[in-house]
């Protein structure tokens, strides 16, 4: 996913840029909230962006001028929302960029938008959708980590495609062509990442079921009875 350094036309590296920053901005003033009214979170908050951190320097090489990595960013989604993972994201693209050289400064905007943005609300939106119809924690977990990881590289390929389209058959031969050889490598890391999300949440059941319960992530009895209501 991580796009290389000055692989995306100047235009294309601003306009991902610019469409970026509003959910980084919300996000920052969602986290500054969290931190302050509940500073409790401040270590889960970190072991989250260590996670995606971790996850997503595994890197494998692709496509040209990209590659296939876990991005880590289902878990986060999933205790903190979406806006707050777009800033945990982002500062995780920009350290690799700095100290890893994966991805590049250029690139950020394209990189966050797709890892940090379209990733964690996808897959939050289907965390929330399969809780709604009462299906158990756990299942919801992994589909949420594997939706987050598998939507982030649909993105990256549509901004390859639109970058480089196909001399013959334009955007959507690009694009079949860029999502075919990202699936190879990444629907297994996208399977695997979700079952090392479901290990990683089983461990925080255990150890931090107070704050998990004031986050959402388990309900309380009166909540299992809603739920149970709804999916009725």
């Known amino acids: 996913m991580h796009i290389a350094e000055g692989f995306l036309p100047p235009a294309h590296a601003i ?21 302050r009214e509940h500073p409790e979170s401040t270590l889960l908050l970190g072991a989250s962006g260590a996670f995606t951190f971790v996850l997503s ?17 289902g878990l986060g989604a999933i205790l903190f929302r979406p806006p707050i993972m777009a800033v945990l994201g982002t500062i995780t693209l920009l350290f690799q960029a700095l100290l890893l050289a994966h991805g590049g400064l ?12 379209v990733g964690p609300w996808a897959g939050y939106g289907v965390y929330r959708l399969l809780r709604r ?48 050889i990202f699936a190879v490598t990444q629907i297994p890391l996208a399977v695997s990442e979700g079952l090392l999300t479901v290990i990683v949440m089983r461990l ?11 986050l959402g992530v388990l309900l309380t009895r009166s909540g299992e009875q809603k739920r149970e209501a709804v999916a009725r």
């Open 15 to 35: 306009a991902w840029g610019v469409a970026s920053a509003p959910f980084v901005v919300h996000g920052v003033r969602s986290l500054t909230r969290e931190v």
């Open 57 to 73: 320097a595994l890197k494998l090489p692709s496509v040209t001028g990209s590659c296939s990595h876990p991005t880590g960013t």
């Open 106 to 117: 250029t690139t950020l905007g394209a990189n966050v938008f797709s890892m940090a943005i």
């Open 133 to 180: 119809w009462a299906v158990p924690l756990m299942v919801t977990v992994f589909f949420g980590a594997f939706v987050a990881d598998l939507s982030t590289y649909c993105v990256t390929s549509v901004q390859l495609a639109l970058a480089f389209p196909d001399p013959s058959s334009g955007f959507l031969g690009a694009l079949g062509k860029f999502g075919s």
């Open 204 to 214: 925080l059941v255990q150890s931090s079921k107070g704050e998990l319960t004031r």
